[in-house]
């Protein structure tokens, strides 16, 4: 099984190796090929995305084609992650082999169950932004959490994507995060599914 993954750039390349190593304990001998292809900053859309998993499938032969975006763009391209997903299937054509995905509202939103471990990276006790991470909002996205966080604690740096997202993540099960962000869940059932894995419930 190949299978492309379109991410928007440094905070799901460092995702990258967390995830193959989740996936190790579950495929065993069986991994798929998963190549990840980042767009510094963010997905194409529209007539572009089209091309990109067309050519992707046609003439690069991966099996499937994920996309994975997050909701809060900079722009207000998306409302939800269900607003994403379905814009992202009508500008490809609702191509069988095309999986969209969003974080809701951005990547870190995966990173807030861990919100000890961010304390402690970042050295303050500031409190989490609450309990469900994937509703963390549009007016102030989960990133922007972690980046006061750093800034205001004695660590004396500021938040750095590609540093702090697999130090948070080496530290901590990822299944901890499964279990409160749907989106992550569906995300990588996909990927288990694709490769007749079981998936989790």
Known sequence: MKIAILVEGATEMAF??????????????RMPKLN??????????????RRIVNNLLDKDAYNAVIALTDVYTGTNDFQDAADAKAKMNA????????????AQYDFEAWLL????TIQRLARHNR?????LPEQVNHDNPP????????????????????????????KNNLIDA?????????????????????VIP
């Open 16 to 29: 990258k190796q967390i995830l193959l190593d989740f996936l190790k304990s579950r495929f065993q001998q």
């Open 36 to 49: 990840f292809i980042p767009y510094d900053g963010r997905i194409p859309k529209k007539e572009k995305l």
């Open 91 to 102: 500008w490809v054509g609702n191509n069988p082999n095309f999986y969209p995905h969003a």
């Open 113 to 116: 169950p861990y919100w000890s």
């Open 127 to 131: 409190s989490a932004p609450g309990s």
């Open 143 to 170: 990133s922007y959490h972690i980046k006061e966080i750093f800034e205001i604690g004695e660590c004396r740096r500021s938040y750095s994507k590609i540093r702090d997202v697999a130090s948070i993540l080496r």
């Open 178 to 198: 499964v279990n409160v962000c749907p989106e992550l869940k569906a995300f990588l059932n996909t990927i288990l599914s694709l490769c007749e894995v079981d």
